[in-house]
């Protein structure tokens, strides 16, 4: 009695079953790359507006056109009980100037965007702008609300206009 190790077929017996096991598949299934697509946006929708500045500030408005830049600028902020932020860490006075050079390498060409709440005294903004200006930094702008737009709390400066200053 013989007994066979793999079932013969029509076509050719035991040597085409093993030629039909090796054959690579000329299919590509897109399934999962589409799956991991969908999670990937939904993720990005999700976390794309906690990115954005987070000192909630009233800003004024003005019909001011944007200013267009290719770096990305600082943000400092004065928000309406008077207390300065540079991006979103609380800084005192005395020491912003050197904390702005150790992040810009005291480039005096680096973009600065001051927020300036508008229910502020109009006086501590000029000063935080004319501490910055004292250091040599050149680009320095207000940033506002255009009149059209209403502002909602972590906007970012590039979604608003800037008034340049010095």
């Not at 007994?3 to 399934?31: C, F």
């Not at 954005?52 to 408005?61: I, Q, R, S, Y």
């Not at 944007?66 to 800084?91: M, S």
């Not at 508008?118 to 702008?141: D, F, H, L, P, Q």
């Amino acid at each position: 009695m013989a007994a066979t190790l793999h079932p013969r077929s029509r076509r050719g017996g035991a040597s085409h079953y093993r030629q039909s096991a090796h054959r690579p598949m000329s299919e590509i299934n897109v399934t999962p790359f589409v799956d991991v697509m969908l999670v990937l946006l939904v993720i990005f929708m999700v976390t794309a507006p906690l990115l954005t500045v987070g000192v909630e500030v009233n800003l004024p408005k003005t019909k001011a056109n944007a200013l267009a830049g290719k770096d990305e600028p600082l943000a400092i902020t004065v928000d309406a009980a008077g207390l300065i932020f540079l991006q979103e860490t609380p800084v005192e006075l005395e020491t912003l100037v050197p904390r702005l050079q150790s992040i810009t390498g005291a480039n005096p060409d680096a973009r600065i965007f001051i927020r300036g709440d508008s229910g502020i005294n109009y006086g501590r903004v000029m000063e935080v702008m004319g501490i910055i200006n004292a250091a040599g930094y050149r680009k320095v702008g207000l940033v506002t609300a255009s009149q059209s737009t209403v502002v909602k709390p972590n906007t970012a400066p590039d979604e608003m206009s800037a008034e340049g200053g010095q």
